[in-house]
């Protein structure tokens, strides 16, 4: 089933026009230690959701080698971020997640650069 949904997922729209996000992380500020946590929520099993995350820069300097990657079963990653996120610029993320079962579904939207590494937890509860 894993190839049906990386197939699906291929079919999305490009990331650029997304212009509503559900979240928004600032690398800038991110606190390391105890970053945000990324609620899904609830939903049905049988469901599946795509979320628009945006990441951003706002701080003064750019933000170099900028890499994500995405840990837990059933989440899978897109964006279209460069390796440079020059000061004030933004890129955008989508998390798909597609439950296989019913339950507590965690996992985490790793944010690398050359001066952080930090995992994102990330939450769905599947009814």
């Not at 890499?67 to 993320?93: M, Q, R, T």
Request: aromatic share 12%.
């Amino acid at each position: 089933m894993n190839w049906l949904i990386l197939f699906m997922f291929s079919l999305m729209p490009h990331l650029a026009v997304a212009a509503d996000f559900d979240y928004t992380i600032d690398i800038a500020t991110i606190n390391e230690s105890a970053p945000m946590e990324l609620d899904f929520g609830n939903i049905l099993y049988g469901d599946h959701f795509i979320k628009n995350v945006q990441l951003k820069n706002s701080g003064a300097k750019p933000i170099e080698r900028l890499k994500l990657d995405i840990y837990g079963f059933e989440y899978f990653l897109e964006h279209e971020c460069p390796n440079l996120l020059p000061p004030n610029a933004s890129c955008a993320v989508q998390v798909l997640f597609w439950p296989e079962m019913p339950g507590l579904h965690r996992g985490f939207l790793i944010i690398e650069t050359s001066g952080l590494n930090v995992n994102i937890p990330m939450k769905t509860l599947v009814l």
